[in-house]
């Protein structure tokens, strides 16, 4: 089993759809949790970090954390087709470690 | 956040030679990490460049086959060596922003390697 698991898509929802990506884990050690955009033929761009469990907001996105399950998820709402891309998630198990394991990544389409 | 840049963007090279790929930071960091993403994969870890000392690398990386420099704080190259088919991917870097209740790393750009 692999210590992040996240559904590789593709995910097409229309315009203005609230998209959900979620990334599951197996190391309960996991302590940082962030989101990573990732358009086509650049490097990944940090949209969200979270500390332990709970919820963190940044305008059109929700990071969420569910640490008794396990389970992380980003919602994006209004979606627009600039949003368009590769969503990362990655974890740390704490600042002391500079191991992070990543997910596989989601590709979504936003159509308009 | 930092603002990081790679050269070069990308490149194809012959089997059998080496490219060497530079990672610039606008601001002073402890430790950056050089990054392999495959097709379709995660990103992997290489290696951890600390200034002043060896790197050091993940289980399944030498340092004969990708050889790594720091020489300053807001520097660090990557070299891949004898390169084979095998080796075409997008190689980035990174640097860690670490705090109370921080610990993200910011990445580079990204080379895209393709090896013929």
């Known amino acids: 089993q692999k210590e992040v698991e996240q559904d590789p898509g593709p995910l097409s929802v229309p315009e203005g759809a609230i998209v959900s990506l979620n990334c599951t884990y197996s190391n309960s050690a996991f302590q940082y949790f962030m989101w990573y955009r990732q358009y086509s033929r650049k490097g990944p761009e940090l949209l969200m970090y979270?500390?332990?469990?709970g919820n963190k907001e940044d305008g059109r996105f929700t990071a969420q954390v569910d640490k008794s399950s396990k389970y992380i998820s980003l919602f994006i709402r209004d979606s627009q087709p600039s949003d368009s891309a590769t969503y990362l998630c990655?974890?740390?198990?704490?600042?002391?470690?500079?191991?992070?394991?990543f997910g596989t990544g989601t590709r979504l389409k936003v159509l308009a | 956040s930092a603002v990081i840049s790679q050269k070069p963007s990308r490149d194809i090279c012959q089997r059998g030679t080496s490219l060497t790929i530079q990672c610039q930071v606008d601001?002073?960091?402890?430790?950056m990490f050089w990054y392999r993403q495959q097709p379709g994969q995660s990103l992997t870890l290489i290696a951890t460049a600390n200034q002043g000392s060896e790197a050091t690398y993940e289980s399944g990386f030498v340092i004969d086959k990708f050889p790594i420099s720091r020489p300053n704080l807001t520097f660090s190259t990557l070299t891949v060596s004898n390169m084979s088919p095998e080796d075409s991917s997008i190689y980035l870097c990174?640097?860690?922003?670490?705090?109370?209740?921080?610990?993200?790393?910011?990445f580079g750009p990204g080379t895209r390697l393709t090896v013929l």
């Open positions: 990174s640097v860690e922003d670490r705090g109370p209740y921080t610990d993200t790393q910011y």
């Open positions: 990655a974890m740390s198990v704490s600042s002391g470690t500079y191991k992070y394991i």
């Open positions: 979270t500390y332990s469990s």
């Open positions: 601001s002073q960091v402890t430790m």
